[in-house]
Structure formats: structure tokens, C-alpha cells
């Protein structure tokens, strides 16, 4: 059974950081790859990061390169994001994912049930 749990969200100031943790099942971690997906109110569900299993490989939306940074801990089956220079346009819930390092993109097999980020002006 694959089971991923995200913690971390909250509410932080623009400009702030904020680290997102995910804690996965040993099955979820044999994948080729995991990420995030985040969804704002009234908006798609949208891809943000993903990383491979090494964690030596990783790949971001356009609009957080440089401010986010994906990593993971394969020795504690956990998952992080790291983000910083929070803008009021990166609210959204954000929600752990587990697939196809290279189609992550396009979508993921496996989701968590999601963490709430809100970033005020």
C-alpha cells in the first residue's frame, strides 16, 4: 500500500519561507520519481517539482525555479520542499505525489491528501 502524508503547510508573509515535508510509504519511494502538485481556489491542479529516486536529478515549474528546491531523504522515506521568496500567487494546497520521474510532469500514480500554503501581501 502506498501512502504519502504531507506536513508543513501554514500561513507565512510574502517574502517568507515555508519547508513542506512528505512522509512516504516504503512502496511509494520505489518509484522513479516523486513531486509536488499544488491547487489554488478556483484554479487546475498544477505540477511544481519532481525528483528522481537517487534525488541527483530534478526538475521544477517555470514559475518557482530558483525559489524552490525539491530534495528527498531515501535513509527516512520522507520528501521535502523547500520554499522561499513566497509570492501571495503560491497559495495554493500542495500535495505530495509519487509516479514516473519523467511523466511527472503530465501527472502522478499516487497523491497525498494535500497541505494548505497561504502567503499574504
Known amino acids: 500500500q502506498v501512502r504519502l502524508a504531507e506536513s508543513g503547510g501554514g500561513s507565512v508573509q510574502a517574502g517568507g519561507s515555508l519547508r513542506l515535508s512528505c512522509a512516504a510509504s516504503e512502496r511509494a519511494f520505489t518509484t522513479s520519481g516523486m513531486g509536488w502538485f499544488r491547487q489554488a481556489p478556483g484554479k487546475e491542479r498544477e505540477f511544481v517539482a519532481a525528483?528522481?529516486?537517487?534525488?541527483?536529478?530534478?526538475y521544477y515549474k517555470d514559475s518557482v525555479e530558483g525559489r524552490f528546491t525539491i530534495s528527498r531523504d531515501n535513509t527516512k522515506n520522507t520528501m521535502y520542499l523547500q520554499m522561499n521568496s513566497l509570492k501571495p500567487e503560491d497559495t495554493a494546497v500542495y500535495y505530495c505525489?509519487?509516479?514516473?520521474?519523467?511523466?511527472?510532469?503530465?501527472?502522478?500514480?499516487?497523491w497525498g491528501q494535500g497541505t494548505q500554503v497561504t502567503v499574504s501581501s
Open positions: 525528483i528522481d529516486w537517487s534525488g541527483d536529478n530534478t
Open positions: 505525489t509519487a509516479g514516473s520521474f519523467s511523466g511527472m510532469r503530465q501527472g502522478a500514480v499516487y
